[in-house]
C-alpha cells in the first residue's frame, strides 16, 4: 500500500513539474510574441521586408476591398494573440484603414526550414477548397515566416458545441458532411492532417466549415504510403498512433469519429477519465460507447469510424457518402456551398481563430 502511494505522490510531483514547464514555455511565447509587436512598431514604412512569393490573384488574396496592393508586415496592425501552436502563434491583425482582419501566423525560422516549406505547400493546395483554411499571402524577415491568412470570425466548433453542450442531428449531418469534403480533399491531393479535432475546426462569416492548423500535415503520400511517429492530440488519436505503428490518412476518419461523438452526445466515446493509461487502453482496446437515444444511423456511422483495422475504417473502406446518415444530403450544392448552414455567426472582427 505504502509503495502505491509514493508511487501516485511520484506522478503527481511529475504532473506539476510537467506543468509548471509549460507555464514557463508559454510565458516564453507569449513574451516573445511581445518583442516581435515591438520590433514591428519600430520598423518604418520604407523598411525593407524579405519577402516570399506571394499567392496568385484571387478572392483569398485580396487585402483591400479594392485591390490587391502587396501590404508589408510592418504595414499590418496587430491586436491580439489568437491561438498558439508547437510550431508557431497567430495574431489578430488589420490593414490600413482597419476595416479587413487578417490571422498572421509568425512562425520562427531557424530549425524550421523544411516544416514551413511543406506547410506552405500544404495550404497553396487548401486555396482550392471551400472547407479548408485559405492562405493569402507569405511574407518573411530575418528571424521570422509570416504567413498571412483570412479571419475565420464565426468561431471554433469546440465553442460552439460548449455553448449548446450538444448539437442536433441536423447541425451534426451538416457539419459532418463539409468536414468530409475536407478530408477528402486532403487526402484526394496526398496530404494526412493528423490532427483533426474540434479546436481546429472554424466557421467562416457564413458559418460554413473550415478545417484548420495545418502545421503537422504530412504531404506527398501514395495509396502504400506510411507515416510514423506520435502526431496529433491525446483523445482524438488513432489506436494505430497510440501504439506506434505505421499509419496513413485512415487515421483522420478516427479523428472525424470522435468529433461526430463530441457534436452529437457531448461524451468522448471511450473511457473519460484523467488518467491517460485508462483512456490508452480503452482507445486501443475497448469498444466505444455511445448514448442509447442516438439514432441508429448515427450510431453505425461513428461505429465504422471508430473501427479499430483502419483498413476496415470507414472512409478507407467504402464510400461514405453513401451511408445512410447522408441520405438526405444533396452533395452537388453542399460542395458548393448552397446548403443553408445551421447556424449563422454574428459579424465579428476578433471572433476566435487558431493556428493554421
Request: glycine content about 8%; proline content about 5%.
Amino acid at each position: 500500500m505504502t509503495s502505491e502511494k509514493d508511487d501516485e505522490m511520484e506522478k503527481e510531483e511529475m504532473e506539476k513539474k510537467e506543468e509548471m514547464k509549460r507555464g514557463k514555455e508559454k510565458r516564453k511565447r507569449e513574451d516573445s510574441l511581445e518583442e516581435d509587436i515591438k520590433k514591428k512598431k519600430r520598423i518604418g514604412p520604407n523598411a525593407r521586408e524579405l519577402e516570399d512569393e506571394e499567392p496568385g490573384a484571387g478572392p483569398s488574396t485580396a487585402l483591400t476591398p479594392t485591390s490587391n496592393t502587396r501590404i508589408s508586415i510592418s504595414g499590418f496592425t496587430f491586436h491580439q494573440v489568437l491561438g498558439e501552436g508547437r510550431y508557431g502563434k497567430v495574431v489578430l491583425a488589420s490593414v490600413p484603414g482597419g476595416i479587413i482582419f487578417k490571422a498572421i501566423k509568425i512562425i520562427d525560422k531557424r530549425d524550421n526550414a523544411e516544416a514551413l516549406q511543406r506547410e506552405r505547400r500544404i495550404l497553396l493546395a487548401a486555396r482550392e477548397c471551400p472547407f479548408l483554411s485559405h492562405l493569402c499571402a507569405t511574407q518573411q524577415s530575418e528571424e521570422h515566416a509570416y504567413f498571412i491568412m483570412e479571419h475565420l470570425s464565426g468561431g471554433s466548433l469546440e465553442s460552439l458545441v460548449r455553448m449548446c453542450k450538444r448539437l442536433n442531428i441536423n447541425s451534426v449531418r451538416f457539419y459532418t458532411a463539409e468536414l468530409i469534403c475536407g478530408l477528402q480533399f486532403l487526402h484526394g491531393h496526398g496530404i494526412a492532417h493528423r490532427d483533426l479535432k474540434l479546436a481546429n475546426i472554424m466557421l467562416d462569416k457564413d458559418g460554413h466549415i473550415r478545417i484548420i492548423d495545418l502545421g503537422v500535415a504530412k504531404d506527398s503520400l501514395t495509396a502504400s504510403s506510411k507515416i510514423y511517429g506520435r502526431t496529433g492530440t491525446f483523445r482524438y488519436m488513432a489506436p494505430e498512433v497510440l501504439l506506434g505503428e505505421a499509419y496513413n490518412v485512415s487515421v483522420d476518419w478516427w479523428s472525424l469519429g470522435i468529433v461526430v461523438s463530441i457534436m452529437s452526445s457531448g461524451r468522448f466515446p471511450f473511457n473519460n477519465g484523467p488518467e491517460r493509461e485508462k483512456i490508452y487502453t480503452s482507445i486501443t482496446s475497448e469498444k466505444p460507447k455511445f448514448p442509447a437515444w442516438l439514432g441508429e444511423d448515427l450510431t453505425d456511422l461513428m461505429m465504422n469510424l471508430l473501427q479499430k483495422d483502419p483498413e476496415r475504417r470507414l472512409g478507407v473502406s467504402g464510400n461514405i457518402r453513401d451511408h445512410p446518415f447522408f441520405e438526405t444530403i444533396c452533395w452537388e450544392e453542399l460542395e458548393q456551398r448552397r446548403t443553408r448552414p445551421p447556424f449563422i455567426p454574428f459579424p465579428s472582427s476578433s471572433g476566435e481563430n487558431h493556428l493554421d
